[in-house]
């Protein structure tokens, strides 16, 4: 039973390109949600996806950042511009149902702006 | 909104020595309390989690932990530490929603 996969596992860019970022939920899940977890810090709530629906974005910055969760295929987090702010672990968890239910994290992504 | 302090930044235990992790919550009602563990370069892996019921939760690898609603606590514990838990350690509240709020994390080190 795959757990919660992310790719890339590491992922450089430099100022001013963009940042995808995949997320593949366990199978039976259909509850996305994106964390961001910056140096020193604990992890912070982003977004809230279900399939084809943002639920919540309220964790996500205004400008530059968008999340999708196709009917076919992955969640995407999708930074445009990067800027060296942005260099963080961004995790991504799913659910079988929507909350209070346990949340299953995968391996995250550490994006490095150069 | 609620919110999560985990006070120690960084614990240094012996091996074989019990270890034990403090994580308080601010809330106004009954919270969603999780123990997650990160091992270096690893995603979050759940150790334990209450929802109601007994205040006292058995988890993974060990570990326990007791809610006390009077103190807002949600502390982990281990009586035995072996060197695989050096890791660094998450407590997270949901409050009824899907919205997990996390403390900054306490980082274990085990010594021989």
């Known amino acids: 039973n795959a757990g919660v996969m992310q790719n890339p596992r590491h992922l450089v860019r430099r100022r001013g390109q963009e940042a995808r970022l995949r997320c593949s939920p366990m199978k039976g899940h259909s509850h996305v949600y994106w964390y961001r977890q910056l140096p020193e810090e604990g992890l912070k709530f982003m977004v809230y996806l279900q399939k084809e629906n943002i639920i919540d974005e309220s964790g996500m910055p205004k400008e530059r950042f968008s999340a999708e969760f196709p009917k076919e295929g992955p969640s995407i987090l999708r930074i445009q511009q990067v800027v060296r702010g942005d260099s963080a672990a961004y995790f991504c968890?799913?659910?079988?149902?929507?909350?209070?239910?346990?949340?299953?994290f995968g391996p995250g992504t550490r994006l490095t702006v150069l | 909104a609620q919110s999560v302090t985990q006070p120690d930044i960084h614990i240094t235990v012996s091996e074989g020595a019990s270890l034990e992790l403090r994580c308080n919550y601010s809330?106004?009602?009954?919270?969603?309390l999780f123990w997650y563990v990160q091992s270096p370069g690893q995603g979050l892996q759940l150790l334990l989690k209450y929802f109601s019921g007994d205040t006292l939760v058995q988890g993974i690898k060990g570990f326990e932990a007791e809610f006390k609603r009077s103190q807002s606590s949600f502390n982990l514990r281990k009586p035995s530490v072996h060197w695989s838990d050096a890791a660094e350690y998450f407590c997270?509240?949901?409050?009824?929603?899907?919205?997990?709020?996390f403390g900054a994390g306490t980082t274990v080190t085990v010594r021989a």
């Open positions: 997270a509240v949901g409050a009824g929603d899907y919205k997990l709020s």
């Open positions: 968890a799913s659910s079988a149902t929507q909350g209070p239910d346990t949340q299953y």
């Open positions: 809330y106004g009602a009954t919270p969603y």
